[in-house]
């Protein structure tokens, strides 16, 4: 049984609140956010207490989403709540950003109002809610004349205009400009942990993905086969997706299939609304997906890569006449060459004592900086084609330094994001909505790999 849901900004700022049985306090806020800022480290942990109230939060885009109960309540249901409040969110609103929940605050009390009747969670099925939901979304993103994605010469459709932008799938799930428009994304996304030792032996290699569709159909079910579908002026609207992976995925380390390049993953995990009646034996996906986004399948590949890992670092770490501490940083990137990582961002702890530093970059479009704060050097590279390498000369000023300080450096941490590349080689064979509708549905199929945790020793 909840009392009340409210949603902070990271400084703090009350978003949303909503009080569902007035047996808690209205200084909650205050206590909750000088609990969490008390607390040492970066996690902290999800469940709180205050005298007789609980608090239970999550962590999602940059908000803390908060839920408070003062009866002995499963801690577990109400963190699956939050998250599905804020997928939710993300559904009816488009994005989830702080600037997002401000603009669509009307919206969100509609959600709550509708999901959560006297503190007891009634559903969280955007399903169902879309026919009880009827406050418009309000779009973050303004429209500008002099972006070239909106709008072509005297109103002419350009080129770029026949390209999904980025955006595209980051819009409302209700929105009266669709019409019966429809369109599917599923992105493929994956999150890369990987230790490399000095020597440059790769000592851990983890990969964690997940496939997600969000459905922009109007005739969405949500629906199994066993179900009856909906049927609406004597049609039948029911609609399924049939979704082809590699043909030689094998799950597990003893499984092997087809006769090409070998895919593997040690294991998955799907969607309770997949049908796997020919996923043994076709890798196809059968699913019904309902308005909004859903994570059809979760897999894992533990301490086995595919391919060699992105980048390689070569380093040199010496003292020079004057003093200072010299680091000489060498990237390589292993990928393709028609391929390219983007965003990618190395950070090189520091003696604590460091003072300044000087650069010397090998292009123009790189940059670094000293964070004093962070006890590191970031060094920054906005894009970073494959086949080719970067190098970066430091040169720090440390107070006191003694041969102690050059044990200070290191190991580097390396932040990145590949587009249209997966880790692990899983792709998509094939992405097919029956029955046929009447107007050819758009299909748009993205892979990512983010890292989440790549470490060099040095």
């Known amino acids: 049984m909840i009392s009340q849901v409210f949603i902070l900004s990271s400084k703090g700022d009350r978003l949303i609140f909503k009080d569902f049985r007035g047996d808690a306090g209205s200084d909650v806020i205050n206590i909750f956010y000088e609990k969490v800022t008390a607390l040492p480290g970066d996690q902290p942990p999800v469940v709180m207490s205050h005298k007789n109230l609980h608090f239970v939060h999550v962590r999602q885009a940059g908000l803390y989403w908060v839920a408070t109960t003062t009866s002995e309540s499963s801690p577990f249901t109400i963190i699956e709540f939050l998250n599905r409040l804020a997928s939710l969110v993300r559904d009816y609103c488009g994005c989830l950003t702080e600037k997002s929940v401000q603009m669509n605050f009307a919206l969100i009390y509609e959600l709550l109002d509708e999901i959560v009747d006297f503190g007891y969670i009634q559903t969280t099925s955007s399903n169902m809610l879309k026919n009880f939901i009827q406050t418009e979304a ?42 019966d428009k429809s369109e599917i994304f599923v992105d493929v996304l994956e999150r890369m942990t990987v230790v490399i030792g000095s020597n440059g032996v790769l000592m851990k290699a983890d990969v964690e993905g997940e496939i997600k569709v969000k459905c922009y159909t109007p005739n969405c079910s949500g629906k199994t086969r066993e ?137 123009p479009d790189q940059s670094a900086e000293l964070k004093p704060e962070n006890r590191a050097i970031v060094w920054k590279i906005p894009r970073f084609t494959g086949g080719t390498q970067l190098s970066a000369l430091f040169k720090v000023e440390v107070s006191g330094f003694s041969s102690a300080s050059m044990l200070e450096v290191g190991p580097l941490c390396l932040s990145f994001e590949l587009p249209k590349v997966t880790a692990s080689g899983l792709q998509i064979r094939f992405l097919r909505l029956s029955p046929v509708q009447t107007g050819p549905p758009l299909r748009w199929v993205r892979y990512v790999t983010h890292s989440d945790s790549y470490t060099v020793r040095i």
């Open 138 to 179: 309000v779009s973050s993103r303004p429209f500008s004349l002099f972006d070239p994605s909106n709008v072509g010469l005297f109103g002419a459709e350009t080129q770029q205009s026949k390209v999904a932008p980025s955006s595209a799938a980051t819009r409302p799930i209700q929105t009266r400009e669709q019409g």
């Open 227 to 363: 179900e009856e579908p909906i049927k609406i002026d004597s049609d039948w609207v029911f609609s399924e997706i049939r979704m082809g992976l590699n043909e030689e995925l094998s799950i597990g380390k003893t499984q092997l299939r087809g006769y090409g390049a070998a895919v593997r993953v040690d294991e998955c995990s799907f969607h309770q609304a997949v049908q796997l009646d020919e996923f043994e034996s076709h890798r196809i996906l059968r699913l019904s997906p309902s308005q909004g986004e859903q994570t059809v399948m979760q897999y894992r590949l533990t301490d086995d890569l595919p391919s060699a890992p992105p980048f390689r670092l070569f380093t040199s770490i010496e003292r020079d006449g004057n003093g200072r501490l010299l680091i000489f940083l060498k990237l390589r990137c292993d990928l393709p060459p028609k391929s390219s990582a983007i965003n990618v961002s190395a950070v090189v702890p520091v003696p604590k004592s460091s003072v300044s530093v000087s650069q010397e970059l090998s292009s």
